[in-house]
């Protein structure tokens, strides 16, 4: 019995151990996966196209995504097939890296979707969870969480 799952179980077993730092996928089907960051910060945001707060957020995670300091990683509540969520994105003006996959739960070891949209999280460069941001956010108030953030991560 084991020889008929040999080959699938080697096949498997490479997959993973090659394609662990690649999880995600994102609209263009590119895996990507934290590696991709180069240390920088990592603000996840929970969205929807039906959440009227999430989609007045679209423009200032935009312009946030410019910082050389942090990469904003978006990703759809809903979980909508992939034309789908093309669709939205385009139609919200997405310009920063939307996941096909939850990042939550490589990101925190678990399945986990926030209860309140949008949400935001913020990772630190080695991947710990630095802040939950809930409800709206502007440029400036990111750029405040992160200033915070990394001040608190400087005395860890």
């Not at 590119?30 to 009227?52: D, H, I």
């Not at 935009?62 to 789908?84: I, M």
């Not at 669709?87 to 890296?97: P, T």
């Not at 939850?102 to 802040?131: I, M, R």
Request: net charge neutral; glycine share 8%.
């Amino acid at each position: 019995m084991l020889g008929k799952w040999r080959g699938w179980l080697l096949g498997l077993a490479i997959c993973l151990s090659g394609c662990q730092d690649l999880p995600w996928r994102d609209l263009n089907n590119q895996a990507f996966g934290p590696s991709s960051l180069n240390g920088q910060w990592l603000m996840v945001n929970y969205w929807a196209v039906w959440c009227k707060p999430c989609r007045e957020e679209i423009q200032e995670l935009n312009s946030f995504d410019q910082h050389s300091e942090v990469t904003v990683l978006g990703f759809n509540y809903d979980q909508p097939k992939l034309a789908t969520l093309i669709e939205q994105a385009q139609g919200l003006d997405i310009r920063f890296r939307v996941t096909q996959e939850n990042p939550a739960l490589l990101l925190l070891g678990k399945p986990w979707l926030p209860q309140v949209l949008p949400t935001t999280l913020l990772f630190s460069p080695s991947g710990q969870l630095v802040k939950t941001l809930r409800g709206p956010q502007t440029a400036a108030t990111l750029a405040e969480q992160l200033a915070a953030a990394k001040e608190q991560h400087k005395t860890e």
